[in-house]
Structures are given as structure tokens and as C-alpha cells.
């Protein structure tokens, strides 16, 4: 549970507003200095201007230095003193724009009325109900409590502006929306019961209820849920549009697929920039997510690995000399594939071509790795760099993978789950060799055994634990352990030192 506290140049400024025990003037905060703080802290920074140097430039830059969670961090304060940075991530957000002009007859005529329209938005919120969607959207992508933009028309209509806004200068409407707007932000922080105060921090576990192969089913996420509530943890399922709400918390769990190109990738950093305990941290889903990474990074460090080619896009001669050179079958891969999508096996030197020349039309490298085809493949549950769990997945029958999708549904194979003491001792020595060079996340790495010879095939920055499946031999306490790191690294989060 968090405590809160409202920053404001002078107190009067707060006057059109309900009084509130959290207030505090920017002298009053800044003077305070550095305590320690038995609960974490959540700063909501509304001085009046955040220039540099200003009042409200030091309270948050001072809030973070001693480890308060704060909104408008200093990066978003940088990144909104110049548009020449902020400019850079306005793409998507002018397509969304664009997209809602044409949704909205409203929106269209009071563009074309106004020519230079200005809206004013609190915590992702806006008076302009067209604008609603766009609104959150730059909210989350700027977390300041006011914002104001400004929208021109050169050849289609665009955002001009996006400025931090100043809370005495609101309209009276516009005080009303702030009103309701940072309750709705604030509601976490200041009205849990009572009865919830037995709980020292807060984790949040994203999910999406919509995935087909999620990386921990329903009842994996409830015990996730119970064994962090055991310990002191309350924990939370928040979906994609909670993104705003991030700062709320103490840690970060993704359970979702995770991606560099989607909005787990962004929560990731978000939470990491914020002060977050997060697994999987961005690094970690960086490394792992890119095929071509992982085999570049395990082969300068001698970790064995299938015999692996890169191949290029637009150098179809030397994917002809290669396609011609190798033995069949091979496995063809896309760097960002998951759950054994974007990876194919190919019998011929002009299969290997086609496959290619596919797959070349969305990444401009893709791997080609020899065909190994063993009964199962080992997945190591690695956790701060330690063996956590073991299982061997199965073959789908009368298939190459573990999941075989050419039905159109996803089928798996069959598994083992096995104690970590009955694991041979090379398969437990490859796996860590592998993880110490992501991170001390949670991974699940994949290999295959053959003999004494054995490879890794992937390293997992998400790995699946499956209620029934992970969990068969270790049962709750695999949920207790993962928890119990999380406790672990937010406590040490908190005593300001390292993991």
C-alpha cells in the first residue's frame, strides 16, 4: 500500500478543491529531506511549472532520489520540454487521430471550425468525449497529471502541441474533470479498506483474458495470487489499459507473450523506469525475444547450440550457395516466433529459398539451424539464476514440435515434470550457462539431449507455469518460491540496495 502525497507550489492553489490531508507545499516536501519511509511513497507533482531548475523540476527530481514513485517523472518533464523528442513517438497517436476524424462528424466540423483546437486533458481524461480513446493513449505515453494539445491541419490533421498544464489556470469544467480524474487515479492509493493494510506491498500481474496460449492459466494466476497474499503481497490482474496505473505498485509480474513490438515490452520499461521489481525486465525480454540475438550472444560464449546460419534479405545469391551447401531437413526461424509459431522445417535447398523469401517479408534476417529431432525437449525453470523447475515436453504426435498448429488450434504433446535432483547434470550446466548471460530473471530455457551432447534451442524470458503441468511436482510451493523473490528483491528495492 502506498501513501500519498500532493505536491502544489503554494497551498492556496489547491483551494477550488475539497481539502485534503495529502497536500504539501513544494518548500514543505523539498525541506523535508531524505527519511526512511515505512510504506512506499507516491508523489503527484502539480506545481505549477516543471522549467528547469523550477520548484517543480526539483520536486520531482528530488522524489526520485529518494525513491518515490512520482508523476511527471523527470524524464517525461525532459521529454516534453522538447518536441524534437516528443515529436518522435507521435506517429501512431496521428493515426489514431486521423482514424477518429473520420469516425467522428463532430470531431471533423470542429476541426474544420476551430483550425487551431485546444483540449485540455487530467490523468488521460478529457471534456472532449471524441478525443477519449487519444486521450488515454498520450497519457500513457506522457504520465503528467495536466495536459494541453493543440491539433493543426497541414495535408491531414495532427497533434502540434503536448504541454504540461497548470492547475490554477484550469477552467472551471476543466476543475470538475480534474476532480474526477485524479480520484479515478488515486482511488488505489487512498481508499483501501482497512482491512487490506495486513498487506506490505502491492504487485500487479499483467494478463490478457483474450490469449490463446497465455504463459500461466487461470488457476496458475489464482495460486500466484494466494501465495503473494501469504506473504504480505497484494497482487492484482491488470490488463493493457492499466498501463497509466503502473506507478501504483511495487512490482511488475508479465503474464503475458511477451514482445518487443507490443504493449508488454513498453510495461516492462515503464515499471523499471518507475522503480518497479519486474520480471520480466526489458533487458531480458530484449535478448530473449530475438532469435538472432540469443544465437549471436550463446555462440561468442561458447554455449552450444544446433549449427545455426543467418540468413539476409536481399542477398539471394549467398541464400542460394548456403541452400545448396547445407543437409535436409533444416528448421527455418523468425527471430520473434513463439510457442513453435514462425518455425518450419524444409527438406530441400528450394524449400529453404521459398520459406525464405517468405519470411523475409517481416524481418530482414532469419535463422536456419540443423534438424535434431529428439522425443522430448528439456525446459529448465532458472530463477535468480537457480534451478526452479524441470519438465520434459513431449513431441505432439505424429509431429516435429511440441505445439503443432496446422489444424488452425494449437495442439501440444504430452509432458514429465521432474524433481531438479533427477535432471542429468550437463542438461542443469548448459541452462544456467545460458541465463547467466541474460539476466537473474525468471527463464525457461529449452534444450535437446542427445547423448552426451546437448544444445540449447531457445531461451524463454516468459516461461509458461501451468497449473498441473510446471507446478505437478513442486505444487504451490513453485507459486510460494517466485513470490518469495519478488518479496525478497522489493524489500532490498526498498532498504535501497541492490537485488
Same mark, same amino acid.
Not at 28 to 54: D, F
Not at 281 to 287: A, F, G, Q, V
Given at each position: 500500500?502506498?501513501?500519498?502525497?500532493?505536491?502544489?507550489?503554494?497551498?492556496?492553489?489547491?483551494?477550488?478543491?475539497?481539502?485534503?490531508?495529502?497536500?504539501?507545499?513544494?518548500?514543505?516536501?523539498?525541506?523535508?529531506?531524505?527519511?526512511?519511509?515505512?510504506?512506499?511513497?507516491?508523489?503527484?507533482?502539480?506545481?505549477?511549472?516543471?522549467?528547469?531548475?523550477?520548484?517543480?523540476?526539483?520536486?520531482?527530481?528530488?522524489?526520485?532520489?529518494?525513491?518515490?514513485?512520482?508523476?511527471?517523472?523527470?524524464?517525461?518533464?525532459?521529454?516534453?520540454?522538447?518536441?524534437?523528442?516528443?515529436?518522435?513517438?507521435?506517429?501512431?497517436?496521428?493515426?489514431?487521430?486521423?482514424?477518429?476524424?473520420?469516425?467522428?462528424?463532430?470531431?471533423?466540423?470542429?476541426?474544420?471550425?476551430?483550425?487551431?483546437?485546444?483540449?485540455?486533458?487530467?490523468?488521460?481524461?478529457?471534456?472532449?468525449?471524441?478525443?477519449?480513446?487519444?486521450?488515454?493513449?498520450?497519457?500513457?505515453?506522457?504520465?503528467?497529471?495536466?495536459?494541453?494539445?493543440?491539433?493543426?491541419?497541414?495535408?491531414?490533421?495532427?497533434?502540434?502541441?503536448?504541454?504540461?498544464?497548470?492547475?490554477?489556470?484550469?477552467?472551471?469544467?476543466?476543475?470538475?474533470?480534474?476532480?474526477?480524474?485524479?480520484?479515478?487515479?488515486?482511488?488505489?492509493?487512498?481508499?483501501?479498506?482497512?482491512?487490506?493494510?495486513?498487506?506490505?506491498?502491492?504487485?500487479?500481474?499483467?494478463?490478457? /483474458?483474450?490469449?490463446?496460449?497465455?504463459?500461466?492459466?487461470?488457476?496458475?494466476?489464482?495460486?500466484?495470487?494466494?501465495?503473494?497474499?501469504?506473504?504480505?503481497?497484494?497482487?492484482?490482474?491488470?490488463?493493457?489499459?492499466?498501463?497509466?496505473?503502473?506507478?501504483?505498485?511495487?512490482?511488475?509480474?508479465?503474464?503475458?507473450?511477451?514482445?518487443?513490438?507490443? /504493449?508488454?515490452?513498453?510495461?516492462?520499461?515503464?515499471?523499471?523506469?518507475?522503480?518497479?521489481?519486474?520480471?520480466?525486465?526489458?533487458?531480458?525480454?530484449?535478448?530473449?525475444?530475438?532469435?538472432?540475438?540469443?544465437?549471436?550472444?550463446?555462440?561468442?560464449?561458447?554455449?552450444?547450440?544446433?549449427?545455426?546460419?543467418?540468413?539476409?534479405?536481399?542477398?539471394?545469391?549467398?541464400?542460394?550457395?548456403?541452400?545448396?551447401?547445407?543437409?535436409?531437413?533444416?528448421?527455418?526461424?523468425?527471430?520473434?516466433?513463439?510457442?513453435?509459431?514462425?518455425?518450419?522445417?524444409?527438406?530441400?535447398?528450394?524449400?529453404?529459398?521459398?520459406?525464405?523469401?517468405?519470411?523475409?517479408?517481416?524481418?530482414?534476417?532469419?535463422?536456419?539451424?540443423?534438424?535434431?529431432?529428439?522425443?522430448?525437449?528439456?525446459?529448465?525453470?532458472?530463477?535468480?539464476?537457480?534451478?526452479?523447475?524441470?519438465?520434459?515436453?513431449?513431441?505432439?504426435?505424429?509431429?516435429?514440435?511440441?505445439?503443432?498448429?496446422?489444424?488452425?488450434?494449437?495442439?501440444?504433446?504430452?509432458?514429465?515434470?521432474?524433481?531438479? /535432483?533427477?535432471?542429468?547434470?550437463?542438461?542443469?550446466?548448459?541452462?544456467?550457462?545460458?541465463?547467466?548471460?541474460?539476466?537473474?530473471?525468471?527463464?525457461?530455457?529449452?534444450?535437446?539431449?542427445?547423448?552426451?551432447?546437448?544444445?540449447?534451442?531457445?531461451?524463454?524470458?516468459?516461461?509458461?507455469?501451468?497449473?498441473?503441468?510446471?507446478?505437478?511436482?513442486?505444487?504451490?510451493?513453485?507459486?510460494?518460491?517466485?513470490?518469495?523473490?519478488?518479496?525478497?528483491?522489493?524489500?532490498?528495492?526498498?532498504?535501497?540496495?541492490?537485488?
Amino acid at each position: 500500500m502506498s501513501k500519498l502525497r500532493i505536491i502544489v507550489d503554494k497551498k492556496e492553489d489547491w483551494q477550488a478543491f475539497y481539502p485534503a490531508e495529502e497536500l504539501m507545499s513544494a518548500h514543505e516536501y523539498l525541506a523535508q529531506g531524505t527519511r526512511k519511509e515505512s510504506t512506499p511513497v507516491q508523489i503527484i507533482n502539480l506545481c505549477q511549472n516543471y522549467r528547469y531548475l523550477s520548484y517543480g523540476y526539483y520536486t520531482s527530481l528530488l522524489a526520485e532520489a529518494r525513491g518515490h514513485k512520482v508523476i511527471p517523472s523527470i524524464q517525461t518533464i525532459n521529454d516534453l520540454g522538447r518536441k524534437s523528442v516528443y515529436g518522435l513517438g507521435m506517429k501512431d497517436l496521428n493515426t489514431l487521430l486521423g482514424k477518429l476524424v473520420d469516425k467522428h462528424a463532430g470531431l471533423r466540423e470542429q476541426l474544420e471550425a476551430e483550425q487551431c483546437l485546444k483540449v485540455t486533458l487530467c490523468f488521460g481524461h478529457t471534456l472532449f468525449a471524441p478525443l477519449q480513446d487519444l486521450a488515454r493513449q498520450i497519457f500513457e505515453q506522457f504520465p503528467c497529471p495536466i495536459l494541453h494539445l493543440t491539433f493543426r491541419k497541414d495535408a491531414a490533421w495532427e497533434i502540434e502541441t503536448v504541454k504540461a498544464g497548470n492547475l490554477t489556470l484550469l477552467t472551471e469544467e476543466e476543475e470538475d474533470l480534474f476532480a474526477t480524474a485524479i480520484d479515478m487515479f488515486s482511488r488505489k492509493l487512498w481508499r483501501k479498506p482497512a482491512a487490506r493494510k495486513k498487506y506490505r506491498y502491492d504487485l500487479a500481474i499483467l494478463v490478457d /483474458h483474450d490469449e490463446q496460449l497465455p504463459p500461466s492459466d487461470p488457476m496458475a494466476l489464482k495460486h500466484f495470487i494466494r501465495a503473494g497474499r501469504q506473504l504480505g503481497i497484494d497482487v492484482s490482474l491488470i490488463g493493457k489499459k492499466d498501463y497509466g496505473h503502473l506507478a501504483e505498485y511495487d512490482g511488475l509480474f508479465i503474464r503475458e507473450t511477451t514482445s518487443i513490438s507490443n /504493449h508488454t515490452y513498453r510495461f516492462a520499461k515503464k515499471a523499471e523506469h518507475e522503480g518497479l521489481v519486474v520480471f520480466d525486465d526489458p533487458t531480458s525480454i530484449l535478448r530473449c525475444c530475438n532469435k538472432v540475438y540469443l544465437a549471436d550472444l550463446l555462440a561468442a560464449n561458447g554455449v552450444a547450440t544446433p549449427e545455426t546460419h543467418l540468413l539476409y534479405k536481399g542477398n539471394r545469391k549467398e541464400l542460394t550457395l548456403l541452400a545448396r551447401s547445407l543437409s535436409y531437413p533444416r528448421v527455418l526461424k523468425i527471430p520473434d516466433g513463439a510457442f513453435s509459431k514462425g518455425v518450419v522445417k524444409v527438406g530441400s535447398p528450394e524449400e529453404l529459398i521459398q520459406q525464405a523469401e517468405a519470411y523475409f517479408k517481416q524481418s530482414a534476417i532469419v535463422l536456419v539451424q540443423e534438424f535434431m529431432y529428439t522425443e522430448y525437449d528439456w525446459r529448465i525453470g532458472i530463477l535468480n539464476n537457480k534451478p526452479l523447475y524441470a519438465c520434459k515436453y513431449m513431441m505432439t504426435r505424429g509431429h516435429w514440435q511440441i505445439y503443432n498448429h496446422s489444424s488452425g488450434e494449437a495442439e501440444s504433446g504430452d509432458f514429465e515434470t521432474l524433481p531438479i /535432483h533427477e535432471v542429468p547434470p550437463k542438461v542443469l550446466k548448459t541452462a544456467l550457462k545460458a541465463t547467466k548471460l541474460i539476466g537473474d530473471g525468471l527463464y525457461g530455457v529449452d534444450l535437446k539431449q542427445t547423448g552426451d551432447k546437448v544444445v540449447i534451442i531457445e531461451v524463454n524470458d516468459n516461461p509458461s507455469i501451468d497449473s498441473g503441468v510446471e507446478d505437478l511436482y513442486l505444487q504451490t510451493s513453485l507459486y510460494r518460491m517466485i513470490m518469495e523473490e519478488f518479496l525478497r528483491r522489493m524489500e532490498r528495492r526498498r532498504l535501497g540496495i541492490g537485488h
